[in-house]
């Protein structure tokens, strides 16, 4: 594309005489971008959002500017900055550390493309852009240190009007759409100022036209035509009924506050004031009883009945016939060894281990025993990455990192009633970020799901209403209702449609109680997986292999002229 590009916006940046203009459009991106993860029912923002980092890009390229990946990183550094910000309220350090470092992954997308720019003709720089960036958001829920709060498809969480069809796509195929839409309008931005466009024929022109146009209409005209068939869903065929318990207790002063015990009362007298109908009642249909993400820290797993937080709880429940609690537990499993049966694992004294889980246990008035290890543990907090490496770091620190252990697969709880068994998935606070995993519970046959959570951790700030957004869009992909237990807020009743039905107030004891649908019906994402994922991955790495290809054949010359050089300097010299 020619210097004429963006001939107006040169000539400001020349006037100027410094880069006010290239920090002004790195300003906008970040808001732009920003706005759809902090205030509801913007998620169309995105569309447009990234456009003005590559108006960025193309001005300070075409002006001769130097060092444009200042420019460029801190455009994601701001973004992650607006939008994260909360995590620095748990946990200074890491709060930082995941500022800057998924800011510089962001970054290394974007540096690659610009490498691509100077060996790839057209708009194929730009889909190797949205392929890079899709690719890395799928292999980001997989990493060892994994962190993909901000995938681009996690912007339509608060407008899942637009995005009901998630079912077929998941999160990804709503990354896809942001880049079609940015792509398209800067296309046609550059088109207009290099020219070109008056070079097209009317076909041409028309054909352009029909298909930006319909990259911004189609996924807005269908999605309500998707989600109409689950309006309904809340009130059709088998249910479950429901009560989440937010007992509203500050997780910083847990301990220091208030003993096990008095928490546990909290919980019991907040469970039997909300269902006082149920006592002896052994005709009512099953309750399932939800408390939150470590709610007690007394289980031992190799012995849960000795807990007396599990004693307390399945001892009230005997008075309350099919009624199943759901709660959770900073477990523990004590090994007796000579050496450390893992690598995580923390010695206690000479021959004895302990080997840490952040857990989920269902029982009920039988003292049933049913647990479910959380999979996807939050980096440094409760998880010790690489710890062949790191574990012994940490070990020379005083053990300063958290080192649970996850089950390694998915598996199902049950409530249970007279004959009845009804299988439920629990995913625990952060699993509910990762919706390939999160489907899993359904393949397994989970009728409905329900999430634990505890985000006091990070204050009155958009964390926990972002965090309970994203479980909208797992109702979407999953068609299932969720049930969702928070210990200060918010709990909440979630539709298949990822509406949210009802609501606890935040930082308030709260009851919450109703119906979720039992539904056995599977989306195509739910069997099919993320085919959007798969496919940009694979055509990321057909043209970054082209790209390799180009790269060895630019430096040939090169290498062949400094060569010749040498060679040529050695014989004149002997002579």
């Known amino acids: 594309m020619g210097n004429e590009s963006f001939a107006i916006i040169l000539k400001i940046y020349k006037m100027k005489k410094g880069n006010i203009l290239l920090w002004i459009l790195v300003l906008c991106f970040a808001v732009m971008m920003s706005l759809p993860y902090l205030v509801s029912g913007t ?10 980092l590559l108006c960025m890009e193309r001005v300070a390229s075409l002006s001769g500017r130097k060092h444009i990946w200042i420019f460029h990183y801190s455009a994601f550094v701001l973004w992650n900055a607006f939008t994260t910000f909360w995590v620095c309220n748990a946990t200074v350090g890491g709060g930082i550390f995941a500022i800057f470092a998924n800011a510089l992954q962001m970054s290394l997308i974007f540096g690659l493309f610009r490498v691509s720019k100077k060996h790839f003709q057209g708009a194929l720089p730009y889909l190797f852009l949205a392929v890079a960036w899709i690719a890395w958001e799928r292999f980001y829920f997989d990493a060892e240190i994994s962190w993909p709060w901000l995938v681009l498809g996690n912007a339509f969480a608060r407008s899942t009007w637009a995005v009901q069809w998630y079912e077929f796509t998941g ?85 220091q506050a208030m003993s096990q015990e008095q928490q546990n009362a909290i919980l019991l007298t907040m469970a039997e004031e909300n269902m006082k109908e149920r006592l002896h009642d052994s005709t009512a249909a099953p309750l399932l009883v939800l408390a939150p993400e470590t709610f007690t820290s007394d289980v031992i797993t190799n012995d849960i009945s000795q807990s007396r937080t599990f004693r307390r709880i399945s001892t009230f ?43 989920a246990i269902m029982t009920d008035g039988n003292a049933r025993e049913e647990i479910f290890h959380k999979n996807k543990l939050v980096v440094a907090v409760e998880k010790t990455p690489y ?14 990192m958290g080192r649970c252990i996850g089950q390694g697969d998915v598996s199902l709880l049950n409530v249970k009633a007279q004959q009845e068994s009804i299988p439920v998935g629990c995913a625990i606070c952060y699993e509910s970020v990762y919706g390939e995993y999160y489907t899993e519970y359904v393949r397994k046959g989970a009728e409905a799901m329900t999430i634990i ?62 119906r979720i649908p039992l539904r056995d019906d599977v989306t195509f994402f739910v069997s099919h997986g993320d085919i959007t ?7 990321f790495v057909l043209l970054l292999l082209a790209l390799i290809v180009r790269l060895l054949h630019s430096w040939r010359p090169h290498m062949t002229a400094t060569k010749s050089a040498r060679t040529g300097t050695t014989t004149r010299t002997a002579a």
Not at 43 to 52: D, E, R
Not at 232 to 248: C, H, T
Not at 390 to 398: E, M, N, R, T, V
Request: with cysteine.
């Open 317 to 359: 429940l005997k008075e309350y016939p099919y009624v199943n609690m759901l709660f959770g537990a900073s477990s523990r499993d004590y090994i007796n060894s000579r050496t450390a049966p893992s690598k995580t694992a923390r010695q206690v004294r000479e021959g004895l281990w302990v080997e840490s889980h952040n857990s």
């Open 171 to 255: 999160a990804l195929g709503g990354s896809l759409w942001i880049w079609a839409a940015n792509l398209g309008i800067f296309g046609l931005m550059t088109a207009l100022s290099d020219g070109r466009w008056s070079g097209y024929n009317v076909k041409a022109k028309v054909a352009s036209i029909i298909g930006l146009v319909c990259i911004f209409v189609i996924p807005l005209a269908v999605s309500p035509s998707i989600g109409q068939k689950y309006k309904d869903s809340m009130n059709e065929g088998k249910s479950l009924e429901v009560m989440m318990i937010q007992p509203n207790i500050d997780p910083y002063h847990k301990f």
């Open 533 to 539: 994922g798969r496919v940009c991955s694979f055509l």
């Open 43 to 52: 998620g169309l923002v995105s569309l447009l959002g990234f456009v003005p």
């Open 387 to 400: 710890p062949a490496f790191f574990c012994p770091i940490d070990d020379a620190l005083g053990g300063v």
């Open 453 to 514: 959570t505890n985000d006091a951790w990070w204050g009155d700030t958009p964390g926990y209403r972002q965090h309970l957004s994203y479980a909208s869009l797992r109702a979407i992909e999953t068609r299932r209702a969720i049930a969702r237990c928070a210990n200060t807020g918010i709990s909440a009743i979630i539709s298949p449609s990822g509406k949210i039905m009802a609501a606890t107030p935040w930082w308030e004891p709260a009851v919450l109680r109703g």
